[in-house]
């Protein structure tokens, strides 16, 4: 691939919901019935891999990695046409932003089949030579085909890198056999050895194959000579500190701080020897170290001690929002938050965040009527009758958030595909897959069914009322949640608009002041009575207030704040309960 652009600009979007971003790829209609028929997917929503840009906050959050070779696992080879780009379009289904076609322009729309190339023209035609990022993908490439236009572009670039001898001599290397093998498969036997010999010398193949020896010998010494001048070592040096530094920066970004300096310290061969020192003091002779740092994934997190969590929630803060976490005197309202996930996980918080079980409190507190209606409720896939629910619901899962599958038309649903999401999520803790949400640990796994509602699915505004110490303060109203034109206004309880924003933009023009929003408030002030903090959420359809969920770590205390005096003044709301104890976890 070439460059032509400042990188950068790729990312100008919301990418708060999306796991990935990618350009979306022309397909032939033999392609489209392939996608169709083994994958189920939409052929105008498949992307090709060469570049993504990825999520790594909601990909780690969501466990992706693994739901990746899930689906490796699972899907029959013979299936997988474009192995990584298959199962990255079958996992990120829904959950792919598109970028423009310039980001990933294909030169295989030119140069590719002629079926594939007519498919492409209104994209070239569009694209014209403004592409952003040039993609030589297919089996044709600018090495080994110069006299094509665009292959000048790859050497334009590859002359001005510190790697252009490197390039020059791997790409002659393999020029040879592949010329030699072309002509080779037209010979018989008797021919091969003519050319071999050079008794075949009317054969203007055989000549080609002994000038491109000739031409390989020549370069192959003058990058020995290159290699051993002073000029091409210095060159070396000078660029090997900008690569590590460029490495290290990436490294930083997917894996944070703590983890970019283990891996310092490894390849510095420092790692061993100071885990060792460390190690002397505190454990036995017989106890081994690791040499290599450790990934903080999932299974890190759901492995963790008890008394570790303060320490590693710390270093998982500093990591996601760049901050350090005061947890002796936390301040701001992101810091709050990550002292309530540690020393106010209490039982009740549990229940409320159990989607099957907040429902019996929220009939109790304000009445059956505000709560959408139940179908079902199992402790398996398995157990679920779906003859016995209507051809349109809601299946969740009770002990996490974002866990669910929307069913508009259940004879279109797949199964299989259904299972073993479940299947996967029923398997994991919420608790342990961003930033230690505590509350979630001992929610015993169940699966939900409730009824569809139209009014409910699409951009609707969400009403998001954030409460302090049993009073509510500031209603949070968002629309277009999980999409990339998610918005956010903020206001009072008076329906002033405040001048801040968390994350998103604003909704120009601003709604206006639901006709419930008294009934809201109503409600949000039963609900959050005795918690030092709680966010209560509703929806307003037809004048009817529907209760969405109860929420005690929004955004896992990690909100990106406009203002960080706004981020102060909320903490300032939030008065810390007394500490209780972290929860023991329990096995179901």
């Known amino acids: 691939m070439v460059v032509t652009t400042d990188i950068a600009d790729i990312l100008p979007f919301d990418f708060e919901d999306y796991l990935l971003a990618a350009v979306r790829n022309c397909v032939t209609p033999m392609t489209e019935k392939r996608l169709a028929k083994d994958f189920k997917i939409d052929p105008k929503q498949y992307i090709n891999s060469g570049v993504l840009v990825f999520n790594i906050t909601r990909w780690n959050y969501e466990n992706t990695v693994n739901e990746c070779f899930h689906q490796l696992r699972t899907i029959p080879k013979e299936k997988l046409v474009f192995c990584d780009q298959d199962i990255l ?11 423009d076609p310039s980001w990933n322009f294909c030169w295989h729309m030119l140069y590719g089949t002629q079926e594939f190339v007519q498919i492409s023209r209104p994209i070239v035609e569009k694209i014209g030579a403004n592409y952003k990022i040039l993609h030589f993908a297919s089996n044709i490439k600018p090495w080994a085909s110069p006299e094509l236009p665009l292959s000048k572009v790859f050497w334009e670039y590859a002359r001005i890198s510190p790697f252009y001898e490197e390039i020059l001599y791997k790409n002659i290397s393999t020029a040879l056999p592949v010329v030699s093998n072309k002509v080779g498969s037209s010979l018989n036997s008797q021919q091969k050895n003519q050319v071999i010999s050079g008794s075949y010398s009317n054969d203007a193949a055989a000549m080609r194959i002994r000038q491109l020896e000739h031409q390989l010998a020549l370069a192959n010494q003058e990058i020995i000579n290159i290699r051993k001048s002073w000029t091409y070592r210095i060159g070396r040096f000078i660029t090997f500190i900008p690569r590590k530094i460029r490495g290290g920066i990436r490294c930083y970004k997917e894996n944070g701080f703590y983890y970019t300096v283990e891996r310092c310290l490894v390849h510095l ?24 740092p450790i990934r903080k994934d999932y299974s890190f997190y759901e492995k963790l001690p008890v008394e570790r969590y303060p320490e590693e929630l710390a270093l998982w803060y500093k990591n996601v929002t760049g901050n350090t976490l005061n947890l002796v005197n936390p301040r701001t309202f992101n810091e709050k938050i990550q002292w309530l996930k540690l020393y106010d996980s209490t039982p009740i918080k549990t229940r409320l965040a159990d989607k099957y079980l907040v429902r019996a409190w929220i009939e109790e507190k304000i009445g059956k009527d505000y709560l959408i209606p139940l179908l079902g409720v199992w402790d398996t896939f398995d157990e679920i009758d779906f003859n016995k629910l209507p051809q349109q619901f809601v ?15 259940k004879n279109a649903l797949n199964m299989k595909d259904a299972k073993q999401k479940f299947d996967n999520w029923m398997h994991k803790n919420y608790a342990f897959t961003w930033g230690l949400e505590l509350h979630y640990m001992n929610i015993p796994p169940k699966i939900i069914a409730e009824e569809y509602m139209a009014d409910l699915d699409g951009d609707i505004y969400d009403y998001r009322f954030f409460c302090f110490n049993g009073a509510p303060k500031y209603v949070w109203v968002d629309i277009g949640s999980g999409t990339s034109h998610h918005k956010r206004n903020i206001y009072d309880l008076h329906w ?71 981020n102060r003044h909320y903490g300032d709301l939030l008065k810390l309960p007394p500490k209780s104890p972290i929860p023991e976890r329990k096995v179901f």
């Not at 379009?89 to 970028?99: D, S, T």
């Not at 790692?271 to 081994?288: E, L």
């Not at 299946?395 to 038309?409: A, E, M, R, T």
Request: charge should be neutral; hydrophobic fraction near 35%; aromatic fraction near 14%.
């Open 269 to 292: 061969h420092l790692y061993n020897f100071i885990s060792k020192r460390k190690n002397s003091n505190k454990a036995t002779p017989s106890s081994t170290v690791s040499s290599e």
């Open 496 to 566: 002033n608009l405040q001048n801040y924003k968390v994350n998103y933009p604003q909704i120009i023009p601003a709604p206006e002041k639901p006709k419930t929003f008294d009934e809201m408030v109503r409600c949000a002030t039963i609900l959050c009575e005795n918690f030092a903090f709680v966010r209560v959420d509703f929806y307003s359809v037809n004048d009817h207030v529907y209760f969405g969920e109860m929420t005690f770590t929004p955004q896992g205390g990690a909100g990106k704040w406009e203002d960080e005096t706004q």
């Open 89 to 99: 379009n079958v996992v990120c289904a829904g959950r792919i932003y598109f970028l």
């Open 395 to 409: 299946l969740k899962s009770n002990h996490g958030s974002g866990w669910n599958i929307v069913v508009k038309d």
